[in-house]
């Protein structure tokens, strides 16, 4: 019982906590849900799909002009990043671990810049729910990254810092700490209508 009040009133300070750094964003698959928190002063941009499932940076700028911006990818190993076949994958590949995938990921980052600086980063925020894997990857002539994977059930969840200059990237940390530790995912047995987006 004690344990049970414990983790109650853990949850609810967690709740306020994240109410004071921005508002916490749900959204529905045919078998899941997912969400994690939109920072304050930051906003999800609709109109980027191109770039990702989901577009995070500054209010009041297009994300192109945006000094940090955020991206979030679902990975089907099955059908790649946007539904497309996955390229270069096997059948192996189809039930790779995420430290697989990881390492896959950073041999073709390789291939594209071999003059790369690749280090394990260390958040100050951990997620209570999900194990990620956190990297950063920086290339003369390239964007700044910081990239943090975990797997769920049928997906690879990539969260995606990204700059043009190491200054902003570390002045949008903060932010990528509130998404990163507060995404969680939740899988349903019974389908339903996911979100249009």
């Given amino acids: 019982m004690r344990r049970t009040v414990c983790i109650i009133l853990f949850f609810m300070t967690l709740g306020v906590l994240w109410a004071q750094e921005g508002s916490m964003r749900s959204f529905n698959g045919r078998t899941f849900s997912f969400g994690f928190l939109e920072p304050s002063g930051w906003m999800i941009n609709n109109e980027a799909a191109q770039l990702a499932h989901f577009v995070l940076h500054k209010e009041g700028m297009d994300w192109r002009e945006a000094p940090a911006i955020l991206f979030i990818r679902l990975v089907d190993p099955e059908r790649g990043e946007h539904g497309q076949e996955a390229l270069g994958r096997n059948e192996q590949q189809q ?6 995938f990881v390492k896959r990921n950073v041999e073709s980052f390789k291939a594209v810049c071999p003059a790369f600086e690749i280090k394990d980063v260390k958040l100050s925020r951990a997620n209570l729910g999900h194990e990620f894997i956190v990297k950063s990857y920086d290339c003369p002539g390239m964007r700044h990254e910081i990239t943090a994977v975990t797997e769920v059930p049928d997906y690879f969840v990539l969260l995606v810092l990204s700059s043009r200059s190491e200054e902003d990237l570390k002045a949008a940390l903060p ?5 990163v530790s507060s995404f969680y995912w939740r899988q349903r047995e019974t389908a339903q209508v996911p979100d249009d987006r």
């Fill in 95 to 100: 039930d790779e671990s995420l430290e697989a």
């Fill in 175 to 179: 932010k990528y700490e509130q998404v």
